[in-house]
Nanobody, 124 residues
Framework: QVQLVESGGGLMQTGGSLRLSCTAS????????MGWFRQAPGKEREFVAA????????LYEDSVKGRFTISRDNAKSTLYLQMNSLKPEDTATYYC?????????????????WGQGTQVTVSS
């Protein structure tokens, strides 16, 4: 299996930027499609973005398109989420996840491994 550790969260003002990282250990990182999810207090965990094992394909939730960019560095076994033009509604705990499925999916059930999360808070 693969172990995932997120970092890079913090407190940011509206309009600011943050870059989240997710470092993988264990099995070969490039074997997995990867995703970012987020969960706000009192809400369900929701899909944010996903990227294929090669980085050649990406998928985004509509509310983050044009603001967030998912990327990966397989040599460093690291997944990234660049978040620009942050809004208060982006406030949540952000989780990275690894999937052995061959395609990119939005559904949580299609991801096999999860990190512990990193908190992002955007003040108005």
């Amino acid at each position: 299996q693969v172990q995932l550790v997120e970092s890079g969260g913090g407190l940011m003002q509206t309009g600011g930027s943050l870059r989240l990282s997710c470092t993988a250990s264990g099995r070969t990182f490039r074997n997995y499609n990867m995703g970012w999810f987020r969960q706000a207090p009192g809400k369900e965990r929701e899909f944010v973005a996903a990227i294929s094992w090669s980085g050649g394909s990406t998928l985004y939730e509509d509310s983050v398109k044009g603001r967030f960019t998912i990327s990966r560095d397989n040599a460093k076994s690291t997944l990234y989420l660049q978040m620009n033009s942050l809004k208060p509604e982006d406030t949540a705990t952000y989780y990275c996840a690894a999937s052995t499925n061959g395609a990119l999916y939005r559904e949580r059930s299609t991801y096999d491994y999860w990190g512990q999360g990193t908190q992002v808070t955007v003040s108005s």
